[in-house]
């Protein structure tokens, strides 16, 4: 299960930080992410970050962005610099982790989204 939080109303070239907690018999999380989806336009990846210290930014978001996790709080934060109001969308939370009672399957799960809005 993932909890995201965070998110709101700022102004453009304002900050906003969005994180998300998973919960449950988790052994151990392979990948988490962000995805966000503007309306009228197909969910993208924001960032994404593996179980060591890899990367990955959508260019939109390069040098604006910063993915970040703590591992023993099994926690992804999304810190926002410079938003834009293109930044305008519903961000997700995506881990892909292991649990204890079947560690060999790579489960996939989503938060409930959390709506950001940037002001122009």
């Known amino acids: 299960q993932l909890q995201a939080y965070g998110g709101g109303l700022v102004q453009a070239g304002g900050s906003l930080r969005v994180s998300c907690a998973a919960s449950?018999?988790?052994?151990?999380?392979?990948?988490m992410g962000w995805y966000r989806r503007a309306p009228g336009k197909e969910r993208e990846l924001v960032a994404s970050?593996?179980?060591?210290?890899?990367?990955i930014y959508a260019d939109s978001v390069k040098g604006r962005f910063t993915i970040s996790r703590e591992n023993a709080k099994s926690t992804v934060h999304l810190q926002m610099d410079q938003l834009k109001p293109e930044d305008t969308a519903v961000y997700y939370c995506?881990?892909?982790?292991?649990?204890?009672?079947?560690?060999?399957?790579?489960?996939?799960?989503w938060g409930q989204g959390t709506q950001v809005t940037v002001s122009s």
């Open positions: 995506n881990a892909r982790y292991r649990i204890y009672s079947d560690p060999g399957f790579l489960h996939d799960a």
């Open positions: 449950g018999d988790i052994r151990s999380i392979n990948t």
């Open positions: 970050i593996s179980g060591g210290t890899s990367t």
